[in-house]
Nanobody, 114 residues
Framework: QVRLVESGGGLAQAGGSQTLHCAAS????????MGWYRQAPGKQRELVAR???????AYAASVKGRFTISRDNPTNTVYLQMNSLKPEDTAVYYC????????WGQGTQVTVSS
C-alpha cells in the first residue's frame, strides 16, 4: 500500500522557520527521487525541492538558499527545513516522487504571516 503522510506545517511569522516531515511507504520511497511540492490558493502545484536517493538536491529559484531538503533512507522519511519564511511561501505542501506519481497525501498547510 502506498502511503505519503505530510506533517509539520502550521502558522509562522515572516522570517521564521518550520520543518516539514513526510513519512512514505517503502514502495514509493526506495530508490526514487523525492520532492516537495506546494500549491497556493488559485495557483498550480509547483515543485519546491527534490532529492535523489543518493542525496543530490535541487531547488526552485524562489526557495534556493532558504529551504533545505533531506531524507533518511532507513526510515523512508523526507524533510524540508524552511528558513527565512515569506508570506508568499503560504501554501499546502506535499511530498511525492519526482517525476510525480499518481499518489498524493493530504498535505500540510503552511501559513506565513507578515
Amino acid at each position: 500500500q502506498v502511503r505519503l503522510v505530510e506533517s509539520g506545517g502550521g502558522l509562522a511569522q515572516a522570517g521564521g522557520s518550520q520543518t516539514l516531515h513526510c513519512a512514505a511507504s517503502g514502495s514509493i520511497f526506495s530508490g526514487n527521487t523525492m520532492g516537495w511540492y506546494r500549491q497556493a490558493p488559485g495557483k498550480q502545484r509547483e515543485l519546491v525541492a527534490r532529492i535523489t536517493s543518493g542525496g543530490n538536491t535541487a531547488y526552485a529559484a524562489s526557495v534556493k538558499g532558504r529551504f533545505t531538503i533531506s531524507r533518511d533512507n532507513p526510515t523512508n522519511t523526507v524533510y524540508l527545513q524552511m528558513n527565512s519564511l515569506k508570506p508568499e511561501d503560504t501554501a499546502v505542501y506535499y511530498c511525492n516522487t519526482f517525476p510525480i506519481s499518481p499518489y498524493w497525501g493530504q498535505g500540510t498547510q503552511v501559513t506565513v504571516s507578515s
